[in-house]
């Protein structure tokens, strides 16, 4: 399990779209959960939204309703859908994996670089 890669951010007006995704630099992309975090300017890095390999799903309040999150197995990514983007959605976004291969494993903690998502009001 390696690092993860994050892609998809950019600049975009407000009430727009983006879809950031998040895949493994190796080949093998085993979780038991995969979150989304951001971190906007002179603010703490919070949670935006998670995904477990069972599929369960958990939003920020701020982001639900606009935001989902979701694995694509064909491409081996999980991505992050932004819809009606606002300007306090700015931030850089990192996704992180957890995995314990075994009960008495310790747990595996990866993150990726994070991309930057401006939004223009």
């Known amino acids: 399990q390696g690092s993860l890669v994050e892609s998809g951010g950019g600049l975009v007006q407000t009430v727009g779209s983006l879809k950031l995704s998040c895949a493994p630099s190796?080949?093998?992309?085993?979780?038991?959960?995969l979150t989304w975090y951001r971190q906007g300017p002179g603010n703490q890095r919070e949670l935006v939204a998670s995904i477990t390999s069972g599929g369960s799903t958990t939003y920020a309040d701020s982001v639900k309703g606009r935001f989902t999150v979701f694995r694509d197995n064909a491409k081996n990514t999980v991505s992050l859908q932004m819809n009606n983007l606002k300007p306090d959605d700015t931030a850089v976004y990192s996704c992180?994996?957890?995995?314990?291969?075994?009960?008495?494993?310790?747990?595996?903690?990866?993150w990726g670089q994070g991309t930057q998502v401006t939004v223009s009001s």
């Open positions: 190796g080949s093998r992309f085993r979780f038991d959960v």
């Open positions: 992180s994996t957890r995995f314990k291969p075994c009960i008495e494993c310790n747990d595996f903690v990866n």
